[in-house]
């Protein structure tokens, strides 16, 4: 049997009403044994009976954090590999087959991952990244692609545990957005190329479409933090998160007429990161 560690990172919400727990665990309760459950929620969540493991963490400690502590947990308990999983995913029927199929056929990678589409049709996942962010496509790469061509989501990122130790794991400062755009650039100092099943496509809901003001405002603070708390390691690197940055500040200004995205914008420290 192969040795798959489920990390599921849920917020604020009940363990079984998670997209990601419904959907890619139906039909296969059996694989509730491997499930690590990370909770960032302010008040802990019942988890399932018989899930292998359950954190409650009430300061939020984002998504590096929990993947970090996951995989020191898979390596203590002798798993093999790290399957990440966000509340927000919703997996086809079969899809714990398809990543044992794959693995299977495909022993010569470390790295296996789906493709997410939006409710539009629009690609999420695996898509070209510039500018220290990925770009929605109308199709994406399968089989086996190149870092350079293509970046993947964290949500359905099945990963190997000694690949992920040998990354370095996620930077946990970066804690939620920009997240699974540094460990690939970490990732891929080490390795060349993943693999991306044709054949299991999971649907995300993105965050991004929500139109209330003040969530809005306040999640666009959080982007604006883990972009501030993003490694540099030249100026090049410094020009890609300000110019990246600097594009939904100026929009969400325009639109919402309202200089408060700005003067966040100028106190993030952004512009003021030391290499």
Same mark, same amino acid.
């Given at each position: 049997?192969?040795?798959?560690?489920?990390? #599921?990172?849920?917020?604020?919400?009940?363990?079984?009403?998670?997209e +990601?727990m419904?959907?890619?665990? +139906?039909?296969?309760?059996?694989?509730?044994?491997?499930?690590?459950?990370?909770?960032?929620?302010?008040?802990?969540?019942? @988890?399932? !009976?018989?899930v292998?493991?359950?954190?409650?963490d009430?300061?939020n400690?984002?998504?590096?954090r929990?993947?970090?502590?996951?995989?020191?947990?898979?390596?203590?308990?002798?798993?093999?590999w &790290? #399957? #990440? &999983?966000d !509340?927000?995913?919703?997996? @086809?029927?079969?899809?714990?087959?398809?990543?044992?199929?794959?693995? +299977?056929?495909?022993?010569?990678?470390?790295?296996?991952?789906?493709?997410?589409?939006?409710?539009g049709?629009?690609?999420?996942?695996?898509?070209?990244?510039r500018?220290?962010t990925?770009?929605?496509?109308?199709?994406?790469?399968?089989?086996?692609? =190149?870092?350079?061509? =293509?970046?993947?989501?964290?949500?359905?990122?099945?990963?190997?545990?000694?690949?992920?130790?040998? +990354?370095?794991?996620?930077?946990? @400062?970066?804690?939620?957005?920009?997240?699974?755009?540094?460990?690939?650039?970490?990732?891929?100092?080490?390795?060349n190329?993943?693999?991306?099943?044709?054949? &299991?496509?999971?649907? !995300?809901?993105?965050?991004?479409?929500?139109t209330?003001?003040?969530?809005?405002?306040?999640?666009?603070?959080i982007?604006?933090?883990?972009?501030?708390?993003?490694?540099?390691?030249?100026?090049?690197?410094?020009?890609?998160l300000?110019?990246?940055t600097?594009?939904p500040?100026?929009?969400?200004?325009?639109?919402q007429?309202t200089?408060?995205?700005?003067?966040?914008?100028?106190?993030?420290?952004?512009?003021?990161?030391? #290499?």
């Amino acid at each position: 049997m192969l040795s798959v560690l489920y990390i #599921l990172v849920i917020y604020g919400r009940e363990v079984t009403e998670a997209e +990601a727990m419904r959907t890619l665990f +139906a039909g296969r309760e059996d694989q509730l044994q491997h499930l690590f459950i990370y909770d960032n929620s302010p008040f802990p969540h019942t @988890p399932p !009976q018989g899930v292998a493991h359950y954190v409650h963490d009430p300061s939020n400690g984002g998504l590096g954090r929990a993947y970090n502590t996951a995989c020191r947990y898979a390596e203590a308990e002798g798993y093999e590999w &790290l #399957l #990440l &999983l966000d !509340q927000d995913t919703t997996f @086809p029927p079969d899809a714990i087959d398809k990543y044992e199929s794959t693995i +299977a056929a495909h022993p010569e990678t470390d790295m296996i991952a789906p493709r997410h589409m939006l409710n539009g049709g629009k690609y999420l996942s695996p898509t070209h990244y510039r500018m220290k962010t990925s770009h929605l496509q109308n199709s994406t790469p399968t089989g086996t692609v =190149a870092f350079k061509d =293509a970046c993947p989501i964290n949500s359905g990122l099945l990963v190997s545990v000694k690949s992920f130790i040998k +990354a370095g794991g996620y930077d946990e @400062p970066v804690w939620l957005d920009f997240s699974d755009i540094r460990f690939i650039e970490k990732y891929r100092k080490h390795y060349n190329t993943f693999y991306v099943m044709p054949d &299991l496509i999971c649907r !995300q809901n993105y965050s991004g479409l929500d139109t209330d003001a003040e969530k809005v405002f306040r999640r666009f603070c959080i982007y604006l933090q883990c972009a501030a708390a993003y490694p540099r390691d030249s100026w090049a690197d410094t020009f890609a998160l300000t110019v990246t940055t600097l594009r939904p500040t100026i929009s969400h200004t325009i639109r919402q007429r309202t200089l408060r995205y700005l003067k966040a914008y100028f106190k993030s420290g952004i512009l003021h990161h030391k #290499l």
